[in-house]
């Protein structure tokens, strides 16, 4: 069965203290893995898409990672606006459907 | 701004009744979803349209339900509505499959 595991599910950081989310899959076929960040009350921000183990991408102050078993997001120098919810998705050979995992919430405390 | 436009943003109704949100995905995108979060949960996968035609079926209940127009705005039809269904209601579109859909900003259900 297709699951998404996110840890931890909570992270508190001091401003411009980096760190590392992570996002364990397990899925038949990896189409795709997906980063997603979430503000209370707002609809899902993409950020990134990763198909490949090894590959990168970064954007601003994030930097996602992918090997064939996990994806981390990794946050440098956090700033306090980067405080959200970081959401990871996987789509499989299996079946359209998008598998989410839980979520990780990433306070970063000024 | 996303692009995908959701109404209305807010919508307070009894249990039993029944309620309809809609959505207008980005232009050009031909892939529509609808994914249920309750409070501190986990988004749910409801249902996907691509170009018309349901593609792939969430948990959805048998009391909700469904579709999408030629225009390619989408609607979802909430009926017999309970406790339970109070939530936030999102629609995501992309242009092709999964990859990079983008999310409008929710409509949000709450029942008394």
């Known amino acids: 069965e297709d699951q998404v595991t996110q840890s931890p599910e909570a992270l508190r950081l001091q401003e411009g203290e980096s760190s590392s989310l992570n996002c364990s899959y397990t899925v038949s076929g990896l189409r795709g893995l997906f980063w997603y960040r979430q503000d209370p009350g707002k609809g899902p921000e993409f950020l990134f898409t990763?198909?490949?183990?090894?590959e990168e991408k970064e954007k601003e102050r994030l930097k996602a990672t992918l090997t064939k078993k996990e994806s981390f997001l990794h946050i440098t120098a956090p700033k306090p606006e980067d405080s959200a919810t970081y959401l990871c998705?996987?789509?499989?050979?299996?079946?359209?459907?998008?598998?989410w995992g839980a979520g990780t919430k990433l306070i970063i405390k000024p | 701004d996303s692009g995908v436009t959701q109404t209305p943003k807010h919508l307070i109704t009894a249990t039993g009744q029944r309620v309809t949100l809609r959505c207008s995905p980005r232009s050009g995108d031909l892939s529509v979803y609808w994914y249920q979060q309750s409070l501190d949960q986990g988004l749910q996968f409801l249902i996907q349209?691509?170009?018309?035609?349901?593609?792939a079926k969430g948990n959805i209940l048998e009391r909700f339900s469904a579709q999408q127009f030629p225009d390619l705005h989408s609607e979802l039809n909430l009926s017999s509505l309970e406790l339970g269904d109070s939530a936030l209601y999102f629609c995501a579109s992309s242009a092709t499959g999964w990859a990079e859909a983008f999310f409008g900003q929710g409509t949000r259900l709450t029942v008394v």
């Open positions: 998705a996987v789509e499989g050979d299996s079946n359209y459907q998008l598998i």
């Open positions: 349209y691509y170009n018309g035609e349901e593609r």
């Open positions: 990763l198909y490949s183990a090894g």
